[in-house]
RNA sequence: GGCGACGUGGCCAAGUGGUAAGGCAGGAGUCUGCAAAACUCUCAUCAUGGGUUCAAUUCCCAUCGUCGCCUCCA
């Protein structure tokens, strides 16, 4: 079975060949950085890390190009208002950015170019729009004529005559058609600004990434994804231009992720409901929100709520549960039952493949990996030995590294603690040999306080960090 | 107003033209001194109204509702 992805292009699932046979090149939109990372951030960059995990777990070379925007209005009015430069303020939000994706779990992207970076590219592919008559310079500024393609709106559905119609911006009279839309914008005093043909200036929001894409993966790219809400008119333009400049199709396939939404409002700045990064992780794993996000399909809403991230640290447990080791005394499984448990393993394998061969899906994906769970846990309560378990433990770890899933043990800072707590343990064991329960008892929610859970079985105690 | 998405059990969420995965929570058991974990069993007819069909939750139409985009946004 081969893969299929969800184009939004064709707003069909379509079967994915790359342009080269086993290289993929993909792009994503990254962020612009002039404020720190929020968890619908998050949500997109874990959406398409799992999408790059999967096309390499599937054989892909993936070149994988994320970009940062680094010059820009919200960034200039932000430094502005803190009297910072706006070069320095943005650099500390990449920095913050690439911190969190790290903390995230997520990938480093093949190359991180950030538009300041590629101002030469940005200027020619400019030019070589004007010199092709789909843009033209007004005073200084560039805007590219979309009347001069017509296929304009064919990744959102738009026409042009009815966008026009319900134009609500103030109407820019210098402008060929209301839609056009800037790829050079002249500088006023004290904004950031680079030499160019129309004068001192700075690259549209869209241009940018339409000539990261062709200096770092070329004219042609596969995959091409970003959040839902860029599909128009960011995505649009993109494909304006540089289809413009080429001539050929730009992406094969684009990809866009669903939003956040929390429960009862839209996360949003004017509400001030704001997530971070840093404030989800400070209280949660990185692995409890990469399992809200597989929990779900990448196209749909995601919900945010409290009750939702509870049931995700709930389900987070039950698959840390699968990796533990076989129950003190065990017997040992018969040579069926062995059997029958890997076979499931390899069942759950094939299972897992064909889910995420159909467009990502996780959910179907994280369905067979509960089976799988099942399956071990059983299997450890038939009383199989460690050596028995590892095998299925084995693909179990191979298929949710390649979600991202880390599924650590929690460990002390360093293993001493260990020594001791094993001693308590057997002390604990003496106490209970002699039915001292109120002692025993007490040293089991002493150590719960600090953090240790004790497991008792008719052959002993097992213990592991909460 | 235009474009698009969605509406599946208490919550989250897959999926299919032939009566619905999985997780969380709940109920009943097994195990246990108790607890925890685990295991077993149990818990829905898929917004509403029409239509197509031998058969629809799955296709079509309408209605109601929710949401995104159309201005910066992952």
Redesign the pocket.
Known sequence: MSLKIYNTLS?SKVDFEPIEPGKVRFYV????VYAEA?I??A???LVFDIVRRYLMYSGYDVDFVMNF?DV???IIAKANELGEDPYELAEHYINEYKRNLEELNILPATKNPRATEDMPQIISMIETLIAKGSAYAVNGDVYYRVESKDDYGKL????LA??S?????QVDERKDHP?D?ALWKSAKPGEPAWESPWGQGRPG?HIECSAMNMTHLGEQIDIHG?????????HENEIAQTEAVTGKEFSRVWMH?????L?AE??SKSLGNMISVDQFLADHPADVMRL?VL???Y?????Y?Q??I???E??Y??LL?AK?AALPGAKGLEAAALEALNAEADKVKADFKE?MD??F?T??A??AL??L??AI??A??EGAKDEQLASAQAVFTELTGVLGLRLEEQKTAGGDADAFIDLLVRLRRDL?AE?N??L??KL?DGLKDLGV??????DGTTWSWE
């Not at 959102?156 to 026409?159: C, L, M, N």
């Open positions: 707003r939109c990254g962020p612009t929020h619908g951030h949500m997109s960059a925007t820009d209005d919200k959102s559905g738009r026409k009815s966008m119609a319900g134009a609500r911006i839609m839309f929001w970003g959040g839902n809400d860029l599909i128009f008119p960011h992720n669903g939003m956040l939404s429960k839209k996360m809200w929990n779900g399909s196209r749909g809403p995601l919900i709520s009750e939702v509870e049931q995700t709930q389900a447990q039950r549960g533990k889910k159909d467009d899906n959910s179907g994280l369905a509960y089976e769970v099942k846990n059983q450890r309560a209970r039915k329960w109120a025993s008892d089991r859970i004790l497991e008792d079985s008719k």
